[in-house]
């Protein structure tokens, strides 16, 4: 065992154009939510993703847009999608993960 391997949890992410899981190892499935991101659209500052992002949708302020980054199977937007992955991280209360093994 390394000297880290302690202190980090491994890590599956499963992007999908309608949801995105999180599973850690240990624990399974800790964030299966609708792969959705709202944002401001003159700041770009994230406000909701998920389901709270789901739950926005059409019920906006015109500065508030939700969009789906992943579109066909594919990353259709790379920043939202980052964006969007940090915070499902957040919510499944990951504090350091191994990534590459």
Known sequence: ?????FFSNDIGIDLGTANTLIYV????IVVNEPSIVAFE?????????????REMLGRTHQDIVTI???KDGVIADFEATEAMIREFIKKAKVNRISIGK
């Open 1 to 5: 065992m390394a000297l880290f391997d």
């Open 25 to 28: 190892k240990g624990k399974g």
């Open 41 to 53: 659209e003159h700041s770009n500052k994230i406000v909701a993703v998920g389901k709270e992002a």
């Open 68 to 70: 789906r980054p992943l």
